[in-house]
């Protein structure tokens, strides 16, 4: 019985501290990571500003948690998707896919990714610069793999990269406002013109 009560009230403490990355999460897309107080985020709650050190050690653990669990979660996903047997338009689309799946479960939290990374501290601002620089090489390699197999136009290696994960990276920016657009034609209409364009 006993057991059974620690573990409820572990689940609780994980619902409440999933709550808090959240609230965070918006609060860091609307003023910035740095421009938000322990005390911004306790107002958000309804709850006193000591009562957060109950379920969050700082503000710094929130910011590690929302980037790194995004992060690592594209690292996975590319690695997957390098792994298939696919062609590299497929695995291109599957890249297309995987970002636009990660945009609409969380859009507030990719604001922190892209525009707060740089104040995460020591090892996992290192972690994250070592899974951003990997999943770019990886991107990089397919790329290359698709032009020299003429599966892909002979176009600038770097200049194909930096139009496909520029739109990609800032999705979240843009489809908030725009979901009226269905999920499905959304991935449909956007590996159709990264892919070929629109001429």
């Given at each position: 019985?006993?057991?059974?009560?620690?573990?409820?009230?572990?689940?609780?403490?994980?619902?409440?501290?999933?709550?808090?990355?959240?609230?965070?999460?918006?609060?860091?897309?609307?003023?910035?990571?740095?421009?938000?107080?322990?005390?911004?985020?306790?107002?958000?709650?309804?709850?006193?500003?000591?009562?957060?050190?109950?379920?969050?050690?700082?503000?710094?653990?929130?910011?590690?948690?929302?980037?790194?669990?995004?992060?690592?979660?594209?690292?996975?996903?590319?690695?997957?998707?390098?792994?298939?047997?696919?062609?590299?338009?497929?695995?291109?689309?599957?890249?297309?896919?995987?970002?636009?799946?990660?945009?609409?479960?969380?859009?507030?939290?990719?604001?922190?990714?892209?525009?707060?990374?740089?104040?995460?501290?020591e090892e996992n601002l290192i972690y994250f610069e070592n899974m951003r620089q990997e999943y770019e090489e990886q991107f990089r390699m397919m790329v290359h793999?698709?032009?020299?197999?003429?599966?892909?136009?002979?176009?600038?290696?770097?200049?194909?990269?930096?139009?496909?994960l520029s739109t990609l990276r800032t999705l979240y920016l843009w489809y908030p406002n725009q979901r009226h657009i269905d999920p499905e034609i959304l991935k449909?209409?956007?590996?159709?013109?990264?892919?070929?364009?629109?001429?």
């Amino acid at each position: 019985m006993g057991r059974t009560s620690d573990n409820s009230f572990n689940m609780k403490l994980e619902g409440r501290k999933q709550e808090i990355i959240y609230a965070a999460s918006i609060l860091f897309k609307e003023k910035g990571y740095s421009a938000v107080s322990m005390r911004d985020l306790a107002k958000a709650l309804g709850m006193k500003a000591a009562s957060l050190y109950n379920h969050i050690q700082s503000k710094q653990e929130i910011l590690a948690t929302i980037i790194i669990g995004l992060a690592e979660e594209f690292t996975t996903g590319i690695h997957a998707i390098v792994k298939t047997k696919s062609t590299t338009v497929e695995k291109i689309e599957q890249i297309i896919a995987l970002h636009i799946d990660v945009t609409l479960r969380n859009a507030d939290g990719l604001a922190s990714l892209n525009n707060d990374w740089m104040h995460l501290e020591e090892e996992n601002l290192i972690y994250f610069e070592n899974m951003r620089q990997e999943y770019e090489e990886q991107f990089r390699m397919m790329v290359h793999e698709g032009v020299v197999a003429g599966e892909l136009k002979p176009h600038n290696i770097e200049i194909i990269i930096f139009s496909t994960l520029s739109t990609l990276r800032t999705l979240y920016l843009w489809y908030p406002n725009q979901r009226h657009i269905d999920p499905e034609i959304l991935k449909r209409d956007m590996i159709s013109v990264l892919l070929k364009g629109v001429v």
